[in-house]
């Protein structure tokens, strides 16, 4: 991965190349470029092989995530700049979605933290679980079944 984001800084394949759009591109726009570029290479709809499906559908989510992500696009920005400059100079390790300045080694993640009506669903929805299973213990004991720990067909 450290090799692909090397040829897109130096200049050969840059993310805005790959996803069709101008360097100034608003997200609007990276948002279109990215709708249509994922359906055209999506590999469930793609006449593609699967394998280069995968790969360039890869690619293209991989520059619509770090170009989306505005923290993450100016680094990219300043990078692109700066190799252009500078071709020679290498700095920047990439681990798994995150990218590593080594200059102040400060790890950049590209996912946005949970809204808050993320939180109370997820607190919804185990809310509703908890009572579910509490609701289901009490109807079984009122009904007059006992909770089996052991299943019937070992008691044979």
């Known amino acids: 991965m ?14 805005y190349k790959i996803l069709g759009v101008k360097e100034n591109a608003s997200n609007n726009e990276l948002r279109k470029a990215f709708c249509k570029l994922s359906i055209e290479l999506h590999p469930d ?3 593609l092989e699967l394998e280069e499906a995968k790969k360039k559908f890869q690619k293209v989510l ?12 100016k680094i990219y920005d300043e990078k692109l700049r700066l190799n252009l400059k500078k071709s020679n100079k290498d700095n920047i390790h990439v681990l798994n979605n995150f990218i590593m ?6 790890l ?4 946005r933290p949970f809204s808050n009506g ?10 509703i679980i908890f009572i579910s299973l509490l609701f289901a213990i009490l109807i079984a004991s009122f009904t007059g079944k006992e909770i089996e720990s052991v299943p019937t067909w070992l008691l044979r």
């Open 2 to 15: 450290n090799l692909t984001i090397n040829k897109f800084l130096k200049g050969d394949i840059t993310y």
């Open 45 to 47: 709809t793609t006449s």
């Open 101 to 106: 300045d080594s200059n102040n080694q400060q």
């Open 108 to 111: 950049v993640g590209n996912r």
């Open 118 to 127: 993320e939180m109370f669903s997820l607190f919804l929805l185990i809310t």
């Open 62 to 73: 991989e520059a619509y995530e770090n170009l989306n992500n505005s923290n993450l696009r």
